[in-house]
């Protein structure tokens, strides 16, 4: 087993205090690997590296960028598999899933490429400012906003990195990541990918260890100018409060509803539901939690849904039989667990699921719940969904829009009136017509409203979020017309 040193500037180098820490298996506690516990001279020693590295890559044409990130995609795409295994393993989701995730590693990175060659700016109109002749010319330009912090969760520890590191050095800016605690091997051997392909010195750092004592110094540094952070909204609102005047993307967390209204397709609206509910072991920002169900189809949706929900399977997340791994510790299963238990306390009723076996928890559907108890109004993160009724396009919408998060939702429907009305009442980032929230393409803007965050990720809107926009003007002296 490899004991894996800092990288600080794109240099592998040893922690300055030389403590290191075990990454063990959420599934059976085997060690998977070790990795480095940075202090703060670390960060000091990575943020002296990103700002030579910001200098130097900045100016870097953006033809030569491209070619290194394309050869970088070329690397994730043939170390697909490597990187699908580590994941599972530190992660504890099912193979299958996990290389889903990293098969789309090399995509993501090349349409970062593509959309960090695509800096283009504007021409002003300048004279129909009344005063303004056509002697001035006015253009803005765009250049990378310099050293980006990007602070990602556990959850996704491939596709998240990705969506912070690909876009941030496709725009030409150095970048210090700090992954999570629990799943730092993912980001190594992604951040490995961008070394082999020739990524110059001092562009990238990977700070592993405590988020709780580095993210301070990270976040509230001056010469960071981005801070890009997907994780809890708790630790997101910490985040806004100490990070000074600098750019701020925050990814957070959320409660996501899905409607089913009553002439909607149940087969597919349940199909869909069993895979949003329950992949990842509900672990997903973009999970369905709460079901709002059109009160007249109600019994024909839960006789429909039940068997799908029964037929996941679970188990070691190695096996290719696993359909749902665990969750990323017992002890969050157990967090999870007691939220449901408590929901039943409250009159919800357990039509499935509900027990823990360690880390494992078995998939969940419960009924009758008050739209109002806290298993619908805070954010769950397990393989659970709640289920409440509504008698009313209206009443459903007011539902949806009931809880103090906006990240995604879903609407199965066959009536197009109602999915406009839909798709411009509820206050969610995302909205899908006749799917759940669980579905990303990576170059859709992404991103939530109210406590689910600002800003978007996205590569094209990542790549607008990493650059600064400079106005220009050119002022020559009026002459006279020949
Ligand atoms: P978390 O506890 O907030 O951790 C996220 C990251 O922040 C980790 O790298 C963590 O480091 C770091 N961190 C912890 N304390 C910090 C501090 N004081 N300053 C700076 N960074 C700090 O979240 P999580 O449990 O890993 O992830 C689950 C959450 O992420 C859920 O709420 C989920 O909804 C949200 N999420 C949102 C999206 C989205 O797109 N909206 C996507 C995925 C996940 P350590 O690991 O070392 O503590």
Not at 173 to 196: E, G, I, S, W, Y
Request: hydrophobic content about 45%.
């Amino acid at each position: 087993m490899q004991r894996k040193q800092l990288l600080i500037g794109g240099l592998w180098r040893e922690p300055t205090n030389a403590k290191f820490e075990e990454i063990r298996s959420p599934f059976d506690q085997r060690v998977i690997g070790e990795v480095s516990i940075a202090g703060l001279s670390d960060v000091e020693s990575a943020l002296v590296a990103a700002e030579k590295g910001a200098h130097l890559w900045r100016r870097t044409p953006a033809h030569k960028r491209v070619t290194i990130l394309l050869k970088a995609a070329a690397l994730a795409d043939e170390r697909a598999e490597e990187i699908a295994q580590i994941i599972s393993a530190e992660n504890g989701k099912a193979i299958g899933e996990a290389r889903g995730e990293a098969s789309r590693s090399g995509e993501i990175i090349r349409l970062a490429a593509f959309e960090g060659s695509q800096l283009y700016g504007s021409t002003l109109p300048l004279d129909a400012n009344v005063g303004t002749g056509q002697e001035k010319i006015g253009f803005t330009l765009r250049q990378p906003v310099g050293i980006v912090v990007a602070i990602s969760p556990f959850n996704y520890p491939a596709l998240l990195v990705l969506h912070k590191l690909a876009p941030a050095l496709a725009a030409g800016n150095a970048v210090v990541l700090k992954p999570a605690r629990t799943t730092p091997l993912t980001a190594l051997a992604l951040a490995q990918c961008f070394l082999d392909a020739g990524l110059p010195e001092g562009v990238l750092s990977v700070l592993t260890g405590s988020g709780a004592e580095l993210g301070d110094a990270l976040v509230s540094d001056k010469r960071v100018r981005k801070v890009s952070f997907t994780g809890s909204t708790v630790t997101g609102e910490h985040i806004s409060r100490i990070a000074g005047i600098k750019k701020l993307s925050l990814e957070l967390g959320a409660s996501c509803p899905v409607i089913v209204l009553k002439d909607a397709d149940l087969e597919l609206a349940t199909n869909s539901i069993a895979l949003g509910g329950y992949v990842n072991a509900g672990q997903v920002c973009i999970s369905v939690q709460r079901v709002i169900v059109d009160e007249s189809i109600m019994a024909d949706f839960l006789n429909l849904l039940a068997p799908k929900v029964s037929a996941i399977t679970t188990g070691d997340p190695g096996s290719v039989d696993t359909k749902m791994g665990t969750l990323i510790s017992a002890k969050e299963a157990a967090r999870v667990n007691a939220t449901i238990q408590k929901a039943v306390a409250d009159g919800a009723k357990l039509l499935m699921g509900g027990q823990i076996d360690g880390s494992i928890m078995q998939p969940t559907i419960l009924t009758h719940v008050d739209p109002r108890s806290s298993i619908a109004q805070d954010e769950l993160f397990g393989p659970a969904i709640a289920v409440s009724s509504a008698t009313s396009v209206a009443q459903a919408i007011d539902l949806a829009n009931s809880t103090s998060y906006g990240l995604g939702s879903g609407v199965f429907t066959r009536d197009v009136s109602a999915a406009i009305q839909a798709a411009r009442e509820i206050d969610s980032g995302i909205i899908d017509i006749n799917w759940t929230p669980l579905w990303r393409a990576d170059l859709m803007p992404y991103g939530g409203l109210k406590s689910s965050g600002i800003g978007k990720e996205g590569v094209r809107s990542a790549v607008e979020e990493m650059t600064e926009v400079k106005t220009v003007v050119l002022h020559g002296q009026p002459w006279n017309p020949a």
